[in-house]
């Protein structure tokens, strides 16, 4: 199995900065993408930012400028800093990995965090 940990949330002031983490831990082969997503409620979740294993890099129109999403030393591990915040970045942040635990393509993996809650408010 794989876990995925994720820290770094809290109340912060509109204009603040704040930096999620996220670990993962387990069977892992390959990685393919790491990202985050957010969550309000009632909506769906939506796309923040995501990484790949080149590692390119693909922003929500709303965060480009001002979130910077990045792998760790360790590959497992994925960053999200988040500059000039808004109080509709409120929400909970899920990272999630999407790889492979063995060599084999039937092994694919498509792991969620428990989320981590950013406020973002005076």
């Known amino acids: 199995q794989v876990h995925l940990v994720e820290s770094g949330g809290g109340l912060v002031q509109p204009g603040g900065s704040l930096t999620l983490s996220c670990s993962a831990s387990?069977?892992?082969?390959?990685?393919?993408?790491m990202g985050w997503y957010r969550q309000t409620p009632g909506k769906d979740r939506e796309l923040v930012a995501t990484?790949?294993?080149?590692?390119?890099?693909n922003y929500a129109d709303s965060v480009k400028g001002r979130f910077t999403i990045s792998r760790g030393d360790a590959k497992d591990t994925v960053y999200l800093q988040m500059n000039s915040l808004k109080p509709e970045d409120t929400g909970v942040y899920y990272c999630?990995?999407?790889?492979?635990?063995?060599?084999?393509?039937?092994?694919?993996?498509?792991?969620w965090g428990q989320g981590t809650l950013v406020t973002v408010s005076s």
């Open positions: 999630n990995l999407r790889g492979y635990a063995t060599s084999s393509t039937y092994s694919a993996l498509d792991t």
């Open positions: 387990g069977n892992i082969f390959s990685i393919v993408a």
């Open positions: 990484v790949n294993s080149g590692h390119s890099t």
